[in-house]
C-alpha cells in the first residue's frame, strides 16, 4: 500500500503528492514545519507542537488559513489513515505559489500544507549504547537579528552546511556557536552537559529552536529534583563536562562520547543520561494524543 500525504485538502499517493514548482517554499524556503513522533498510536506533544509551528508562523507573518484544532485533526487523519503504529510526522506550511519575486504579497494568499506520515529515521542502534561523535562546527550559528532559530522555516541552510562539515569530518552531528563562541544547539538537536550532578543547557535567548523533547528533559529535571541550569556556555565546557546529551523529536535522547578530538570524561554514556533517556522514553509512551 503506497503511503497517503495530505496536500491542500487531499489525502494522496506518494506519486500523486505534488507541489508547483512556483511555491515559494521551494523557491526561497519560505515557509514553516514541524517534525513529530507518534508511539504505539500516540502522538507525542501534538499540541506543544501545533503551538509551535504557528508561532513560527507568525514569526514569518504567514497566515495559516486553518485553525489549529483542524490542523490538528488533519496530522491525526494522515497518520490514521497511514495504519502506522510508530510514525515520523513532518507538517510543512509554505508560503504558496508566486511569481519568480521573493515578494510574499505577490503569493496566491493560499499557504500550500503538507502532511506526510512514514516510518521513522533514526541514528544506528548502536550510538544509542555507545554515544555519538561530533564536532564543533565552524558555521556559526544565525544571528536572532538574522533569522531566529527559534522560528522552525523551510530554510535550513544554516544547520544543513554545519551538518556538511560534519560529515566531512566523518561524524554525525555538530554543535554550532554564536558570534560571542557560546554553544547555542546542534544542527536538529538541543545540547545538554552534566558537571558535578548540575545539568546545563544552553538558554533560549542564546538563540535556539525551544526543542519539545528539550522541554521533557526539563520537566524531567524538575520531577526528579535534578539540578538543571539555562546557562550560556562556551565549547571549552563541553570538552570538560562529565556528560553529554542531545534531544530532537527525531533522534529522541541521544549520548555524546566525543566532541571533536576530545572524549567526554570516559568516552562512554553516563549514568545521568541514561536516566533522562530511560525517562524521556516513558513519557513518550504514556503521554500523547492517540489516533
Ligand atoms: N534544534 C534544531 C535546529 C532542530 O531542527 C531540535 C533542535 C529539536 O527540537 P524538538 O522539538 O524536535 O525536540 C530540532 C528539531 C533531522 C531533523 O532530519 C531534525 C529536526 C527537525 C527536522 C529534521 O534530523 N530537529
Redesign the pocket.
Known amino acids: 500500500m503506497s503511503i497517503k500525504i495530505y496536500v491542500n485538502g487531499k489525502y494522496c499517493d506518494k506519486q500523486e503528492a505534488k507541489i508547483s514548482v512556483f511555491d515559494h517554499g521551494l523557491l526561497y524556503g519560505d515557509g514553516v514545519f514541524e ?1 513529530m513522533r507518534s508511539y504505539s498510536r500516540l502522538i507525542f506533544r501534538l499540541k506543544e ?1 501545533i503551538d ?1 509551528l504557528y508561532e513560527s508562523a507568525r514569526a514569518i507573518k504567514l497566515q495559516i488559513p486553518v485553525g489549529k484544532r483542524v490542523l490538528a485533526g488533519i496530522v491525526l487523519k494522515t497518520v490514521a489513515l497511514n495504519d502506522l503504529e510508530n510514525a515520523y510526522i513532518r507538517l510543512v506550511v509554505t508560503r504558496g505559489v508566486g511569481d519568480l519575486g521573493l515578494d510574499p504579497r505577490k503569493c496566491s494568499g493560499r499557504p500550500s500544507i503538507i502532511v506526510i506520515a512514514d516510518k521513522i ?1 533514526l541514528y544506528p542502534e548502536k550510538y544509542y549504547k555507545q554515544g555519538l561523535a561530533i564536532i564543533i562546527a565552524r558555521t556559526q550559528q544565525n544571528s536572532i537579528r538574522a533569522l531566529n ?1 527559534a522560528i ?1 522555516s523551510l530554510n535550513y541552510l544554516n ?1 544543513i552546511m554545519a551538518k556538511i562539515e560534519a560529515a566531512n569530518s566523518g561524524r554525525e552531528e555538530a554543535i554550532m556557536l554564536d558570534a560571542k563562541g557560546y554553544v547555542t ?6 545540547i545538554f552537559i552534566i558537571k558535578n550532578s548540575v545539568v546545563y543547557t544552553p538558554p533560549l535567548s542564546v538563540g ?2 525551544k ?4 522541554d521533557a528533559v526539563i520537566e524531567i529535571a524538575r520531577k526528579r529534583k535534578i539540578m538543571l541550569k539555562e546557562r550560556n556556555f562556551k565549547c571549552e565546557k563541553v570538552y570538560s563536562a562529565d556528560e553529554c546529551f542531545l ?5 529522541e535522547l541521544i549520548p555524546v562520547v566525543k566532541v571533536d578530538s576530545k572524549k567526554i570524561a570516559f568516552g562512554r554514556p553516563g549514568p545521568m543520561t541514561l536516566l533522562f533517556s530511560q525517562e524521556c522514553h516513558r513519557m513518550a509512551r504514556v503521554d500523547g494524543v492517540r489516533y
Open positions: 517534525g507542537h509551535r529515521m532559530p522552525k544547520n544547539e546542534c544542527t536538529g538537536d538541543n535556539i529552536l526543542g519539545v523533547t528539550r534531544t530532537g523529536t527525531a533522534a
